[in-house]
């Protein structure tokens, strides 16, 4: 499994190359820029012909999926991109993990037919699985497959550091039960003493990677009996730190699991079964997947409207792709400004990032964002996009890397994902509409960060926070520490991380973590596909929504080996669910409104006073929140 944090796909990617962004032309003696624009003129040339000549079933599949194919099969193709990378995964068997969308269940033992094997099937016909490469073409001309598409990545929020004296401590003293710096720096333990709550009587469930230890942490009086959703244990062991915080701060709460990582669409069955099948009065979950819309509630948010509108509180990570306000943001969001000057080989208009009199078709990317994957949204309904919008990573030597150039015609997705080399540097990402209408746009390089380079300025913005976790109902946290500061700079050169109040308390001074993802959230179509605001899809469209909500304690102790401290919106969102876990079990009839504005209400403001784009309302207390719900003490 390849993983960028934890990443749901298969196999490693084939390099057949390695390709970079810039412009160059060849002469006798040519000069460096003009050999870039060779370089790029080729490239891109290249990679639009195969858009322009593509079979009916390659237009159901990603752009990827056929630039694969065809350099496998062509090495004409190969000689003029020797620099590029599709990012699929083949696997030594020749095969490759896919989504496939059909229209019935028919398709599930077609893949099996030709050689496949299912990993996952829905009743309305959505499929993953690991297809071999050369049975691509009949999957896809099949009358009832609507795409197929490399399997959706997914990540959780833990942000990985260095080893620290904490760690080591902790591996000394593995006989002695670890207990999360959040619960004295959110006040929860003295809460539990002076109102009384422990937990009881509420069910809190965790969806995330998986619970490879949960016997161990059970042996250890780590953690009670958990229920686990039959056939949904997973991989990995973040849902079993996770679950230990929630038991730290709220010792009484039933506790329940179910992994998030077989695929998107499993994600959201298991939303709703843990509900149902479960019976979770509070769910909580750090993972995201890359194809999420920033736009619209698809399909894992429409999961969590479902739970929430049944009285479910439903937590979610804010996630770790910086902020603007600590410069650390790798998200760029706009209306589309058609550049005045051309990259050469393009058929379509490159995006000008820059709302200056100057022109500027790049955005360069930070020797942080190798390896990350970059995804491009643009303001059309999911499913139904009829305009055509590219994606392009090139090197500093003009060499296209990467890409992402799905046609769009009317009933595809407003969505391209490239992934950025993991050696080299120079990178730079270009936009390009193809064809169709302007539309406000969404780039995003996942934990990386858009950089000044050379005459290249930094564009970024605020807002990266999407999905489900900036669902209306759900509750989006952002992360402070609790204790020690995170131990490794988030890029070269970058100042010190902050430190949390424990054994205090948090307070007004606190800080949040440098990584924390931002808000605000623009929205231009409800669930359904109908525009909020018809005719208007540009930046004065739409609706905003105030993500994220609230801000709770990471870089606290866990026993689980690898979250030695667990640093991340990851480790946020549970202490943040064990807190209203506490709320319920002392006020079992409280709505999921009193709730929110219990919580909401008594957070301590951090940062600018009210509202903030990276903290929300602020960091939520246990002793202030149970009070403001009214909570007798004992």
Known sequence: MVRFSRVAAHAVPLTVGTLLLTTGVAAAQPSTVDAATARTEAGISALQSIKQSLSPAERKQSSQLVVEKRLRADRSLAAKLPEYRSGVGVSSTGTVAVDISSRDQGVANAVKAAGGTVRFATPDGAVRADLPLSALDAIAGRADVVEVKPAAQATTWREPGNRDARQSVAAQAAAATQVSEGDKAHGADAARATYGVSGAGTKVCVLSDGVDSLAKSQGAGELPAVDVLSGQKGSGDEGTAMLEIIHDLAPNATLGFATAFTSEASFAANIRALRTTGKCRIIVDDVSY????????????????????????????????????????????????????????????PHDFDPSSTTQNFDALSAGSLGKPVTLFWSDPWGRSANDYDLFILNSAGSVVASSENAQSGSQNPYEIANVPATGSGYKVAVVKYSGADRFLALNVIRGRFVASGSLKAFSTNGVTNGHSAAAAAFSVAAAPAAGAFSRPLETGDPANPAGPYPGLFTASSKWERFSSDGKRRLFYNADGTAITPGNVSSTGGTVRSKPDITAADGVATSVTGFQPFFGTSAAAPHAAAIAALLLSGKPAATPAQIRSALVSSAIDLGAPGFDTVTGTGVIMAGPALAALGVPAK
């Open 290 to 349: 890359f194809d999420e819309s920033p736009f619209q509630d698809t399909q894992v948010a429409q999961a969590v409207n479902d739970v929430t509108a049944a009285g479910v509180l439903y937590f979610s990570s804010a996630g770790n792709s910086g902020n603007v306000t600590d410069g650390t943001s790798g998200y760029y969001e706009g209306d589309f400004r058609a550049s005045s000057t051309k990259i050469s080989g393009v058929t379509g208009t």
